[in-house]
């Protein structure tokens, strides 16, 4: 079994910062990905930020500049500083890992709520 522990969400203003974490525990062998996806309300879930093992990092264009992933390969932790947080950043926050256990499988971590709001 895998679990996902978020944490560092909440309520903050305009133009504020958040550090969201994501701690992985477990029968886990290696982790290939870590991630972070969004999800508003009545909206689809859509990518944030991913990093490789290797540290490769990806970003969506709407937080490129603003958001930073990363991550501590052997805590099997994943980070998202947000920086510049703007109303439309509102929304919940999940992490997602692509973890070598028995099989290759991805685990979802349970959302942490971001409000961005004055």
């Known amino acids: 079994q895998v679990q996902l522990v978020e944490s560092g969400g909440g309520l903050v203003q305009p133009g504020g910062s958040l550090k969201l974490s994501c701690a992985a525990s477990?029968?886990?062998?290696?982790?290939?990905?870590m991630g972070w996806y969004r999800q508003a309300p009545g909206k689809q879930r859509d990518l944030v930020a991913t990093?490789?093992?290797?540290?490769?990092?990806r970003y969506a264009d709407s937080v490129k500049g603003r958001f930073t992933i990363s991550s501590d390969n052997a805590k099997n932790t994943v980070y998202l500083q947000m920086n510049s947080l703007k109303p439309e950043d509102t929304a919940v926050y999940y992490c997602?890992?692509?973890?070598?256990?028995?099989?290759?499988?991805?685990?979802w971590g349970q959302g942490t709520q971001v409000t961005v709001s004055s």
């Open positions: 997602k890992i692509l973890a070598v256990t028995t099989s290759i499988m991805n685990y």
């Open positions: 990093i490789t093992r290797a540290g490769v990092t």
């Open positions: 477990g029968s886990i062998f290696s982790i290939n990905v």
